[in-house]
Nanobody, 128 residues
């Protein structure tokens, strides 16, 4: 079964850190562009970060730039999102998504259009 499984969410205080994991099973992430998204209650889904295949370039939404870091560990078939300096406005369900058909990350607000395989999400709650 081909699937992505996110983990690592939880409850943290403002300023805390979490590391989210996106593990693939049934396929290899080496050749996939991976994106992280989030959706807060009552808000639209937001593209948070992306890592390309072609050169490993990374991209971030302005709202998380300097605080979040995306990385991939091909040996573990896993992509991570390290989140530091968390704020209450980071509270959301975080999803990872992947696709092998594109080699590089498109414009983040349109990233969701290009990624066909999605995980079930993991909840991140940041208390003030």
């Amino acid at each position: 079964q081909l699937q992505l499984v996110e983990s690592g969410g939880g409850l943290v205080h403002t300023g805390g850190s979490l590391r989210l994991s996106c593990a693939a099973s049934g396929f290899t992430l080496d050749y996939y562009v991976i994106g992280w998204f989030r959706q807060a209650p009552g808000k639209e889904r937001e593209g948070v970060s992306c890592i390309s295949v072609s050169d490993g370039s990374t991209y971030y939404a302005d709202s998380v730039k300097g605080r979040f870091t995306i990385s991939r560990d091909n040996a573990k078939n896993t992509v991570y999102l390290q989140m530091n300096g968390l704020k209450p406005e980071d509270t959301a369900v975080y999803y990872c998504a992947a696709d092998p058909k594109i080699g590089s990350c498109p414009y983040l607000p349109e990233l969701h259009k290009y990624l066909g395989r999605w995980g079930q999400g993991t909840l991140v709650t940041v208390s003030s």
